[in-house]
């Protein structure tokens, strides 16, 4: 049987922008993210140290605009279905991702965002308001 995931290990999978600023820089995304998950362990299972990847992630990149890594501000963005295109301007157009409470609408902002939103409905222990999320 291999060992647990630590929570670094699941964000070098899902986030790797954010864990190649180092251990000092990650650690306190991942201890502030995991302060965040009101609710117990036991809910999220074996998803926990994804869980707190995705969310530090989200956190990071939304109170950093993922510039001390180098993206481009709009590399992390969410994109929902393609709502219009011009092909003289190789423009495209995306729709919102449906939410329905400002909590969701933050978090889908992001993908790591998206990505937690998705993860958090596949697990049956939780209801609709379970974390705490700054809005800048």
Not at 89 to 103: K, L, M
Not at 110 to 129: C, K, M
């Amino acid at each position: 049987m291999s060992a647990p995931l630590t929570n670094a290990a699941a964000l070098k999978m899902v986030a790797a922008p954010l864990h190649s600023k180092g251990e000092e820089t990650y650690q306190e995304w991942l201890d502030w993210a995991d302060s965040q998950l009101a609710t117990e362990a036991e809910g999220w299972g074996a998803q926990r140290t994804v869980a707190v990847a995705l969310l530090a992630a989200h956190l990071w990149l939304r109170l950093t605009g993922g510039n001390v890594a180098g993206l481009a501000p709009t590399s992390a963005q969410v994109s929902g279905v393609v709502s219009g295109e011009a092909a003289a301007d190789r423009s495209r157009s995306y729709a919102p991702i449906a939410t329905t409470t400002i909590e969701q609408a933050e978090l889908a902002s992001t993908v790591y965002g998206a990505q937690f939103l998705r993860l958090r409905a596949s697990r049956p222990a939780f209801g609709a308001r379970m974390i705490r999320v700054p809005v800048s």
